[in-house]
């Protein structure tokens, strides 16, 4: 598929805009970070939350490069409501442009948009029956993963299938094919040349390279983008090829604030969907018009 001259991020903001024009944005209610039990172990709090006036939330992976220590150094917790009364449109702009903690922000804003208005017209995506975001492997496929899912490697194993990996942690390669010797693993995304099925994560919506790793997968039938991240109108990355768009949606806010401010696990607040290409009406008949 020929590269979209245009962003996944300007696409976006671009559908953003225009349901506002429909839909009042609400206003930002606070800006959840999670509580690090251990300053040292940075692996227990991977994702942020924003929250808006109407209850809506939007998640977003905050642990590339130095984003966790620079976001709480930036807001805090403790200190109140950060971004309170922040506009989320304005903050989702930043999401093309802005440094590692504005995108990550950004990407949370532009998924608690998405829910707005996911509840205001009723739409429940449906639920995801897998960690693979729905997609079901044979023998025959060659599964290629962005970004390590060691619990996946067994489940491409038992499906008797083969797997590649593009990691872009050249540390991350070194320990892993220490632990999985007899994995196809490194930085190079020419892995993906020969695979069928692509899994990524939503990381990829923050580093802007959804459009490369497309690129990368000429032979992919099946391409999903799944995490908690990916939780924004599915539209711009179907346009590219993307298939399934796998996310998390908050079910109980409360508790998955609690969660996060006791440093704590909130999966229990929370349901995993997968969004099929095949099936999605599209963001316009979904919404109405404008």
Request: charged share 15%; glycine share 10%; proline share 8%.
């Amino acid at each position: 598929m020929p590269r979209i001259p245009h962003s996944v991020a300007t696409d976006l903001l671009s559908i953003l805009t225009t349901l506002s024009a429909r839909w009042p944005v609400p206003p930002v209610h606070q800006l959840h970070i999670p509580r690090l039990k251990d300053p040292c172990d940075e692996h227990g709090a991977k994702f942020c939350a924003i929250e808006l006036a109407d209850g809506s939330f939007g998640l977003s992976y905050i642990q590339l490069g130095n984003t966790l220590r620079e976001l709480l150094a930036a807001h805090a917790p403790g200190g109140g409501l950060p971004l309170a009364q922040a506009d989320p449109l304005a903050l989702a702009a930043r999401l093309g442009d802005g440094n590692p903690v504005q995108r990550a922000v950004a990407l949370a804003a532009a998924n608690a948009l998405t829910d707005s208005v996911w509840r205001r017209v009723g739409y429940e995506p449906p639920a995801a029956g897998n960690s693979l975001g729905d997609v079901v492997l044979g023998p025959h496929d060659h599964l290629g993963m962005i970004g390590f899912f060691p619990p996946l490697v067994q489940r491409v194993t038992e499906a008797g299938g083969q797997l590649s990996v593009v990691e872009m942690d050249a540390d991350m390669v070194v320990r892993q094919r220490k632990r999985f010797p007899q994995l196809h693993i490194g930085v190079d995304r020419a892995l993906l040349a020969d695979c069928n099925t692509v899994v990524g994560t939503s990381t990829m919506l923050l580093n802007d390279t959804l459009d490369d790793m497309l690129a990368a997968a000429p032979r992919a039938e099946r391409f999903a983008v799944i995490g908690p991240s990916a939780g924004v109108w599915p539209d711009p990355l179907f346009s590219r090829g993307v298939t399934l768009m796998g996310g998390t949606r908050v079910t109980d806010g409360a508790a998955l604030a609690a969660a996060m401010a006791a440093g704590e696990s909130w999966g229990h607040a929370t349901r995993k969907f997968a969004i099929d290409r095949a099936h999605w009406p599209g963001w316009a008949t979904l919404a109405g018009p404008c």
